[in-house]
């Protein structure tokens, strides 16, 4: 199916930077728990809306430089 694919990267991509943004969290020391959550939260929230930004994007770019074909039929 081609739908477990976009669905497994969008996956991946949330996953990654939540775990990057805990990591960058711990190694400075001075958060509490809540905080890194609540932060890991808002991270995952803007993964969530970058990708489907640059799927259009991608669809955006690609319909502007294909050249579209009309049928002339009458």
């Known amino acids: 199916m081609k739908v477990k694919i976009p669905n497994s990267l969008i996956l991946v991509a949330v996953a990654s930077v939540t775990a990057v ?3 960058l969290l711990t190694v400075s020391g001075q958060h509490e728990p809540v905080q890194t959550l ?3 939260f808002v991270a995952a929230i803007l ?3 970058v990708i489907p930004a640059l799927i259009l994007f ?6 502007l430089f294909t050249r579209a074909e009309k049928s002339l039929e009458r």
Not at 58 to 63: A, F, H, S
Request: cysteine-free.
């Open 21 to 23: 943004a805990a990591y």
């Open 38 to 40: 609540f932060l890991a």
């Open 47 to 49: 993964a969530i809306q």
């Open 58 to 63: 991608v669809g955006l770019i690609k319909g």
